[in-house]
Structures are given as C-alpha cells and as structure tokens.
C-alpha cells in the first residue's frame, strides 16, 4: 500500500464552506492531522485515527504527517480556510524539501478551501473587487522591516490590503504599526473592514474609517482588510449596514 | 414578496468545488443570471428562469439582475471562481451604486467560491505561501500605467503575484510586458505557472522558468502565478512534476 497525503483547505467556520472535493478527501483519509480546533471540524469516522496538535509547531506536524504517509497511511492535514494561503501547505513542502529524500516520491496533494479574505469580503460587499495584495503581519517568520516595506508599497500602488494574523498576544504592536503606515497615504475615511470569525456563531464583523480604527478591535481570530483609495461604501435604507465594495475600474471612468 | 440577489461563485469548472452555501443558492433560486458557460454550470430544475448572456456586458447584467430581483425574484447571479475577485459581484455594487435608489433596500448578498488562482496554487504545491498580490492585466476599465506601476511595485516589494485576465485576443501585448517588468527585477529561473482551464477536462498547467516564459503559453482561459524570489521548485523523482512553493520565512530561516 502506498501513502497519500492531502491538505485540505476546511474553510471559514462554517461547514457549508467545505467544499464537496474536500470532503471527498476526509472521507476517505485513515489519519487526521492538525491544530487542535480544525481536527475537531471534521466528522468523526469509525477507525480514524485523529492527531490533534498546538497551534505552534507546523513544522513537527508537518513531519509527523509525512512519516505516517511514508508507512502507508492515507493522511489529511486539515488548515483552516485554504491551506496555500498563510497555513499548512508550505509547512508540509518545507518539510519535503529538508526532510527524508524518500517522501519526494510520496502522492503529495493539496485541496483549496475558501480562504479568510474571500469570506470576509463576501460579507460586506466587494472590498476586493480591484487589485489587491495579503500580507501576513506576522514577523515571527521574516523580520518586520520585510512586513513593514512590503506593507508601504502596496498601499502606494493602492491596492486593498488583506492583512492576515494582525495581532496576538505575542505579537501586540504590529497592528497599529501597520495602521500608521497606513495612513501615510490613506484618506483618513478610507474603509477598515475587520472581520472576526466569519461563518462561526461568534462572527463579529466591523467597517470602520481609517482614522478611527484601533488595533484592540482586532484579535487573533480577526482578518483586516484596507481599502484603496477608491474603496467606497454604499448606504442603506434604515438599519442596514452599508454595503463596501472597490470598482472594477480605475481612474476616469470609461 | 420581497426579492433577493445572491452573486454565486461557481469555483473553478469541477462542480466538486462548489460549496454547499453556494449550492444551497442555486437551488432556492428562480432566476438565474449570468455568462452563459457559468450559467450552463448550475443544475437545470423546473421552473427556473436561466438568463445567460454575453460576457462583455457585465453591468446590463447587473441591472437586469436587479431589476428582476426589485419585481420579487430570488436571483442568483453566477460567477466563476469567486465573485468577488475579479467578477461579477464589483459589477452588482456598481450599478446599485448608481442605479434605482430602491435598490440599496434589497436584500444583496455574496456567497464566496474557491478563486482562480488557489485552485491553481493547490495544483502544483504551495506559491502563494508567502505574501501574494492578485493583479488583472486588462486595461479595459484601468489605464496600462496603473497596471504596470502595481506590477513593478509588487516585484520590487518581492510579493508573489497572480495575474488574472493575462490575455485576450483583444489585449495581445499587456502579458508579454509584464513579463518584461517583472525580469528587471526577479532572477531567470523565477519559476512562471500557467494554469489553465483549473478544474475542467482541458486542464493544462505548466512551471517554466521566466527566462523561457512566452505570452503565447496563456490565453483567456490562463491564470499566472509569478514566484517571489524565494519561491523555489522540489525535485521528485520519475516522471514526476516538480512541486512549487514559497516558503512561510523569509531571510534567515528563523
């Protein structure tokens, strides 16, 4: 018996999410390996056997996966959203690349999801309706003058900006750092859209104006995202939050 | 009766990566809007009115939509990949923008798809692991300068960049300058993937290095991921393709 070893994009939250391929995948998987919380997404299954980990240590997982593949086991590393974007997949090829010749020969695959960004657009309008970049905040992996210039180039190009892992108790200034950058260039009502836990029943989703944002309205849970220059909100009747959305077109319109 | 709008995002051409939530949509729906490939996608059920239409008149669309919507119908406008990168859900907010102020009452809403370029990225490993910018190459509704100028700044800011609509019969000549901004920056072997057709029969994907990339290897059909500079390939063994990935890190391995 040959091993597999799938990452499989779960989602947001939500199980409606999850895509009919990605399901395809845990269905037929012997080992579930993951983050605690993402393992405890996927159906439980009569002689599956499931790995549940901290949230820290990708790398050893990753590995971990691997070797149960290399025995013949039909493996999912279960990431939440899509795996490529900020999460397990890279994890897994770093480890292939540095780890046991043997496991290039391994059926390596990955299954998409719906990542972060995607859903919290979705919920607001079309704030990634024109150009646009994701950045992770994170400096635990590249040094923060990477983040920073990266970050200082994309908003003077004027794309929206999705900004993953903005903030976390280790990390609890980079946000406001991020926002400073920000408004070198950004209109002070340029739309701030910070979108927590989409698709679970905490969700809690914000639009606010760039002068009035502060990092403590996000947490760990939280994706950011900034508009460009010509980001713009459509009011509503009543009650109704207003619509966020980017044109399609750029400059004079045609 | 009061309508409702829901712009679908159908994922790439495999029904295997259509959500539930968006399949939930389809089902419920009484008309269905949108290109005609996108709307030959979506089950035929009795009694549902199919709408489909050319694909350069986005915004008739939109207002036919919501026209149909505002006389009590459940729309469900379709869009390959996700709506709202790109698609048809910028188009919707647009005309309600600037359509019938009744609009703004309806109930308008986005259900996300699996976009184009992580279908792609899941294919052939992990290059969008790093940061990444999302690009489209038409000058359709944006002046070339403002293409190119986000190009050289997304290269020069070393991000990943997928460029969607890298050509058409009608914009012959935009790919092969991008390719030429993005050698004044990036090393011959940045690793170029075109990936066309993700997801359907035709499905044809390829890894060149950017000293031998060419326009003619993309048509409409083609979405392009240009590697960062440390975006690198894993040998395998056989006839096996190599896997693509940037790694999370970035500068000395932490």
């Known amino acids: 018996m040959t091993g597999a070893l799938t990452i499989v994009g779960l989602g947001p939250g939500d199980p409606r999410y999850l ?11 012997t080992d579930i390996v993951g983050y605690g919380p993402y393992v405890d997404r996927v159906p439980e299954r009569p002689g599956v056997r499931r790995h549940a980990s901290d949230n820290r ?5 990753a590995r971990f996966a691997l070797e149960l593949a290399a025995k013949g086991a039909r493996v999912a590393v279960v990431s939440g959203g899509d795996p490529g974007v ?3 997949a890279a994890a897994v090829f770093e480890a292939v690349e540095n780890g046991d010749p043997s496991w290039r020969g391994l059926d390596i695959r990955v299954e998409p999801g719906i990542t972060a960004m995607l859903a919290a657009a979705a919920r607001v309008g079309a704030p990634l309706g024109g150009d646009f970049c994701a950045l992770s905040l994170s400096d635990n992996l590249k040094p ?16 929206v900006v999705a900004l993953y892992n903005p903030i976390s108790s280790a990390r609890p200034w980079q946000l406001g750092a991020a926002f400073e950058i920000v408004a ?6 340029t739309p701030i859209i910070l979108a927590r836990a989409v698709g679970r029943p905490d969700e809690r989703i914000r639009i606010v104006p760039l002068a009035e944002v502060e990092a403590a309205m996000a947490d760990m849970s939280t994706i950011v995202i900034i508009g460009a220059s010509n ?6 009747p009543e009650e109704g939050a207003p619509y966020v959305y980017t044109p399609r077109f750029y400059g004079a319109r045609p």
Request: no cysteine; aromatic share 6%.
């Open 19 to 29: 895509t009919p391929a990605a399901s395809a995948v845990l269905a037929s998987a």
């Open 144 to 159: 923060w003058d990477v983040v920073a210039s990266r970050l200082r180039a994309a908003v003077a190009a004027d794309f």
């Open 86 to 88: 900020f999460a397990m």
């Open 231 to 236: 980001t713009r909100l459509i009011e509503r």
């Open 57 to 61: 240590v990708e790398l050893d997982r």
């Open 184 to 189: 070198e260039t950004r209109a002070p009502d």
